[in-house]
Structure formats: structure tokens, C-alpha cells
């Protein structure tokens, strides 16, 4: 499990006077080239700007690191309260205070989430806390201390067990559905009821990926019709569309889909499924879960090994032309990413 990980929300400011005030961005005067950047909050230890610049536009998300976790500037991650020099005013509240164990380990249910807990642990009068999550599809079973199945646990938190980390349903909105409300940046997509339409200089990116440690489990699904194609293969959905090093490919052709997944060492895990130059919208799924990359378009699929974790990217996940690929020119449907399996992996029908 990756303790690390960063599970970002977008903060929506309001003005409420009768005319509309400019809102600061505390990402302006950043000095970097296209692509992304972070900052700390100097207000609070646990909370970041993630910064993108696009020529002379500059974009700031403010994320909050998981529970427990304080942002770490020299680094790029959230880490242990104790690895970092922060001396903002606010504080991340610790769930474990107020236990009464004696020096030692003890372990608590996360009230919000039935797959997490925490571990608890006492030193004197000093008590720190640490957020786990329990494996995909287990929950946490505070009677015998253990991930258990979800039929042996009585929970009643409001949260699953694995939800996507963004969902866009291209409703007649680019608004996520994932419940995090995840910040969606456009550059002439339309959304119409039924599908979102793509073509030549028309791009979407959410920016929350960029930088994300993905470990060794990742889902990405949608629904697309290629209307269009080109000589060379057109990018659906990558992390490749910053001048940093992408690890996220699935392209396509006007009769296959490509899945490329570059792990941590740098190797390329290359799957592809063939599918009938039909018009009409096709299913597709790539999942990575522990030592095993499994591609699916409709009910054809194609199976591998993998090793290592997915390669951290600065980047964003795109949907359109990046750098080496015609733009995808087409219709896009249910866009679906999850960091945790939503579904067991069958590996053979």
C-alpha cells in the first residue's frame, strides 16, 4: 500500500458582494516552463498548491495530503509530520488522541471509510497516527484487528470500498462525477448528451495526476468511436501531453487499440487488441493490478506480466493530441480512473 499517495480535492472560492472580486493566485509569479509545478500552503502543514502553466497562463489546484500527513516541499510528497519543517498555524488533527492504551500499538476504525484504519502508536504522552487502507475489496475488522471480508464486518461508513478517482460521464457537462469533484481543464471540448466530441487541436487534462504515485494498481475505462483516421496512431487517454516523462499510452488506430505502461525502471509493457472498424461505440479497459496488465476492447482482450510500480509522471492525464500522436478524432464516452480495483481481475474468461 502507498502511504504516499495524494488524494486531491479542488477548493471553490465565492465572492458574495455585489460585484465580483479578483481572486489571488498564489501560483503567479512561478517561474517554470510549461508543465507543473507545486508549493506549500503557508497557511496549513497538510496542504499544497499543484501549479500548471500553459504559456502565460497559470492554474492553481489546492490539495490536501491524506490524514496524518503534512506536505513536503523538498520532496514532492506527503510524508511523516517529523520529516518536515513546517511551521504553519493550523494543524492536522491527530485521530488517535484521546486513547487510553499504555505505551505501544493500538488500531482504530476510520469512521468515514469501512477500508481504512488507523494504526495508533504511544510514546509517553506523545501519540502519533498512521491512515492505512486495507487491500482492494476488504474491509477493516476492528473486532479481530484485521482486513477482513466485507460479509464478516459490521460498517456503516458512508464511503466504498474503491470508487473511481475521476468519473466523466459526458453527460452534457465535463463536470466529474467522482464524488471529489475533480478539477477538469478543456481546450474547445464539446459535450454533448450522449458522448464528449473530439478532433484536431482539442484537448482535455486533469491536472490532479500529475506527479501521482499510481504503485502498482491502476484502471482506466471509457467508451470510443474513432471517426477519423490518420496516418499515424491518435492518443485517447496518455500522461505524455507535458515535456516530462510519461509512463500512460493507449492510442489507436482505425482497427487497433495500443496500451502502453513504462513502470519505475524505465521498461515498456506493450499490449494491443484489434476490433472491427464498426460505427459505433466501443468498450475499452486497461488494468494493472500487482505483476499482471490486462487490456480489453469490447469482449476481446489481451493479457501480460508486469513488474515494478507505474512510473511517477508530471504530467497530467490528456485526452488528445500530445507530442508523437495525431489527435484523437472522435467521440468519447464514460471516462473512468481508479487507483484501486473496482472489480476482481479475470485474468481468463
Known amino acids: 500500500m502507498n502511504l504516499f499517495a495524494l488524494f486531491a480535492f479542488v477548493v471553490g472560492v465565492t465572492v458574495t458582494t455585489g460585484q465580483r472580486a479578483p481572486v489571488p493566485n498564489p501560483c503567479d509569479g512561478r517561474g517554470d516552463n ?4 507545486y508549493m506549500p500552503d503557508e497557511t496549513d502543514c497538510a496542504r499544497f498548491y499543484q501549479c500548471q502553466r500553459h504559456g502565460t497562463t497559470v492554474s492553481s489546484h489546492h490539495l490536501t495530503c491524506p490524514s496524518g500527513l503534512y506536505w513536503n516541499q523538498a520532496i514532492l510528497v506527503c510524508d ?3 520529516n518536515v519543517q513546517c511551521t504553519a498555524g493550523s494543524v492536522v488533527p491527530n485521530p488517535c488522541d484521546g486513547r487510553g492504551d499504555n505505551d ?6 476510520d469512521e468515514t471509510d469501512c477500508a481504512r484504519f488507523y494504526q495508533c502508536e504511544r510514546h509517553g504522552t506523545t501519540v502519533s497516527s498512521h491512515h492505512f487502507t486495507c487491500p482492494s475489496g476488504l474491509y477493516w475488522n476492528q473486532a479481530i484487528l484485521f482486513c477482513d471480508w466485507p460479509a464478516n464486518v459490521q460498517c456503516t461508513a458512508g464511503s466504498v470500498v474503491c470508487k473511481p478517482d475521476l468519473y466523466l460521464p459526458f453527460n452534457g457537462t465535463l463536470q466529474d462525477y467522482s464524488g471529489d469533484n ?3 481543464e478543456t481546450l474547445g471540448v464539446s459535450s454533448l448528451v450522449k458522448f464528449g466530441i473530439f478532433s484536431s487541436k482539442i484537448q482535455l487534462s486533469i491536472p ?5 504515485d499510481f504503485g502498482n494498481v491502476l484502471v482506466i475505462s471509457f467508451l470510443f468511436n474513432q471517426l477519423h483516421a490518420t496516418s499515424n496512431a491518435q492518443s485517447i487517454v496518455t500522461n505524455a501531453g507535458c515535456q516530462n516523462t510519461a509512463s500512460i499510452y493507449i492510442t489507436t488506430t482505425n482497427s487497433t487499440v495500443s496500451f502502453r505502461v513504462i513502470n519505475d525502471g524505465g521498461v515498456s509493457h506493450d499490449l494491443s487488441v484489434n476490433y472491427p472498424d464498426i460505427n459505433a461505440l466501443k468498450s475499452v479497459k486497461l488494468t494493472v493490478n500487482d505483476n499482471m496488465m490486462k487490456a480489453e476492447v469490447n469482449s476481446d482482450y489481451d493479457i501480460g506480466m508486469f513488474s515494478g510500480n507505474i512510473r511517477r509522471s508530471q504530467c497530467a492525464i490528456y485526452v488528445g493530441p500530445v507530442n508523437g500522436y495525431d489527435a484523437f478524432d472522435g467521440q468519447l464516452k464514460a471516462l473512468k480512473v481508479s487507483t484501486c480495483l473496482t472489480t ?3 485474468l481468463y474468461d
Open 34 to 37: 510549461d508543465g507543473v509545478g
Open 80 to 82: 511523516w509530520p517529523a
Open 104 to 109: 505501544g500499538v493500538g488500531y482504530m476504525p
Open 182 to 184: 475533480v478539477a477538469v
Open 208 to 212: 490532479s495526476f500529475s506527479n501521482m
Open 344 to 346: 476482481p481481475l479475470v
